[in-house]
């Protein structure tokens, strides 16, 4: 995620992702491999293909889109925590923006790569409810974990 919060473009002629970070897909591959992948339906596709070593589930809303074989497809977020219930490994959701705002509600934790730029870009990740979540460690990526306060 950028400074600014952008994560990708969609716009026509623009990159999906509106920078290149050396070593930042050495470290995707290092930290999803072995795990479950959730992604939208325009994430999968902008990649193209499932990716070597890992589970992937497409969420979309389109009954009709059809993946390509050793990919799984839900159409509601339930749906998909429940195909990945059982696989080995976490589930780690790659996006995209809207994927994201739907799974902050029952995610644990967050690992973010900050990006030290402001790009252009009409996609921006979910704002970060405030209180709930903690910075617990800083390596060449942030882990959040989500904050689980104590009701009396």
Request: glycine content about 10%; overall charge negative; proline content about 8%.
């Amino acid at each position: 995620m950028a400074r600014n919060g952008v994560i990708g473009d969609t716009r026509p002629g623009h990159p999906d992702i509106p920078w290149r970070l050396p070593g930042e897909q050495a470290q995707f591959k290092e930290l999803t491999l072995g795990h479950v992948l959730l992604m939208g339906r325009a994430t999968f596709e902008t990649i193209g293909r499932p990716l070597p070593g890992r589970t992937t589930v497409v969420l979309t809303r389109d009954r009709d889109w059809r993946a390509p074989e050793g990919v799984l497809v839900a159409h509601t977020l339930e749906e998909a925590l429940a195909l990945a219930d059982g696989l080995p490994g976490e589930v780690m959701v790659v996006g995209g923006a809207q994927v994201y705002a739907a799974a902050m509600a029952v995610a644990d934790a967050q690992v973010l790569t900050e990006v030290p730029l402001e790009p252009d870009g009409d996609v921006r990740y979910p704002d970060v409810p405030a209180g709930e979540w903690v910075e617990v460690a800083r390596e060449r990526f942030e882990h959040w974990e989500r904050v689980r306060l104590e009701r009396r």
